[in-house]
C-alpha cells in the first residue's frame, strides 16, 4: 500500500495560467474527494468522485475548476485562467466507503503570482 | 451551515503534561468523527476514527471520545512529547459523503 499520492508537491504559476494537479488514490479506494486548504484554515470540500463519476461538487469550485476521473483510477484537477486568490494547498483524499477513514495525500502547494 | 469549532486555537504545553483538545458541531446527524494531524506544509495524517455507533476510540497516547447529543467530541494526549507538537483537525462525515473540518488546534510540546 503506497498510499495516496499527488503530484506535482509545488507548482508556482503566473496569474491567468492554467494548471492540471493529478491524484492517485489508494487503489482499492473507490471514492476520491479534492480539498483546499488556505493558510490557518482547515481544508474545504470542492469535489467527489465514486468510481468515475463527479457526484458532488462545492459551490467553492467555480466554472474555472474542472476535475475529473475518467478511469475510476487516478483524477485530475484543472484550474484554468489561475488568479492570485486560487493560491493554497489541494489535497486529494480517497476512502473505500463514504463512512470509513480518509486517506490523504500530502498535498500540492499553488502559488499564483 | 454545518459549522465546527475548535478551541483552544493554539496551546503551548510542557513535555509530560496531559492535554485535552475540543471539538464541537452543529450538525447532530453526523456519521463519523475523525481527528486528524498535520504537520506544517504537509498532507493530514489520520489518528482516530469514531464512528456514529461509538463512543470513543483509542490508540496509543490518544483517546478520542465523542457525544453526538451535546456536538462535541475531544481528543485527550497522555504524556505529551515534542514530537506530538502540529496542527490537530476535527472533521466530521454529514449525510454526504464529504469531510467538514474545523479550523485545527495548533500544539507546540516544549522541553
Redesign the interface.
Known sequence: DTG?S?DPRHKITKRGQNVTFRCDPISEHN?L?W?RQTL??????LT?F?NEAQ??KSRLLSDRFSAERPKGSFSTLEIQRTEQGDSA?Y?C?S?SE??????????T?LTVL | KQE?TQIPAALSVPEGENLVLNCSFTDSAI??L?W?RQDP??????LL?I??SQREQTSGRLNASLDKSSGRSTLYIAASQPGDSATY?C?H?GT?????????TRLQVTL
Open positions: 495516496v499527488q471514492r474527494y480539498y490557518g484554515q482547515g481544508p474545504e470540500f467527489y465514486q457526484l458532488e494547498m489535497l483524499a476512502s463514504p463512512r470509513r477513514d480518509s486517506s490523504f495525500g500530502p498535498g502547494r | 465546527v456519521y463519523n475523525q486528524f506544509g504537509k498532507g493530514l495524517t489520520s476514527l464512528q456514529s483537525l472533521a462525515t454526504a459523503s464529504k469531510l467538514t473540518f474545523g479550523t485545527g
